[in-house]
């Protein structure tokens, strides 16, 4: 049983930053994979970032260079860092991880709230 509590999206003018926070609590022995995703009004739910328990991390080609992803696995957040906001970047945003209970049990999926964020121009 996991709980992702997000934070940290607004608005904000094309250009400017904005930084995501996501905390995971409740019963789990090891978070592994977190992401976040996006969803635009219209669009489906799209991958944005993803940092590996290693510190391994990838990126969605619209976001390369502008967005980083970071985790800081004492307090189990997930942070995403997005500068040069565009307005295309506005959606609602999802934190995403993969967390076991116990070891030798399965690897569960939990998803956060969601948080807005709107980009203008």
């Known amino acids: 049983q996991v709980q992702l509590v997000e934070s940290g999206g607004g608005l904000v003018q094309a250009g400017g930053s904005l930084r995501l926070s996501c905390a995971a609590s409740?019963?789990?022995?090891?978070?592994?994979?977190m992401s976040w995703y996006r969803q635009a009004p219209g669009k489906e739910r799209e991958l944005v970032a993803s940092?590996?328990?290693?510190?391994?991390?990838n990126y969605a080609d619209p976001v390369k260079g502008r967005f980083t992803i970071s985790r800081d696995n004492a307090k189990n957040t997930v942070f995403l860092q997005m500068n040069s906001l565009k307005p295309e970047d506005t959606a609602v945003y999802y934190c995403?991880?993969?967390?076991?209970?116990?070891?030798?049990?399965?690897?569960?999926?939990?998803w956060g709230q969601g948080t807005q964020v709107t980009v203008s121009s």
């Open positions: 940092i590996t328990i290693g510190g391994s991390t």
């Open positions: 995403n991880v993969h967390a076991t209970a116990a070891w030798g049990r399965p690897r569960y999926e939990y």
């Open positions: 409740g019963t789990f022995l090891r978070i592994y994979n």
